[in-house]
């Protein structure tokens, strides 16, 4: 598990590195729409490069 709190572009880095859960954490006492935005961030990702299962970006990076 590792944190997240800057928000979903900070997410996507940390799946293609290899973690399968992150944390929001304080980001919501600044941000209340961040969860949502850290979504809609990887859906929008998962979409642009067709990805059908999350579990395909879990530690992606070390793949290439």
Do not use: W
């Amino acid at each position: 598990i590792l944190r997240c709190l800057v928000g979903s572009e900070m997410c996507k880095e940390t799946v293609l590195a290899g973690a399968t859960a992150v944390s929001v954490g304080t980001a919501n006492f600044t941000n209340p729409q961040v969860t949502m935005e850290i979504v809609d961030g990887i859906r929008d990702y998962m979409e642009r490069y067709q990805v059908k299962d999350i579990k395909e970006l879990v530690g992606a990076v070390h793949d290439r």
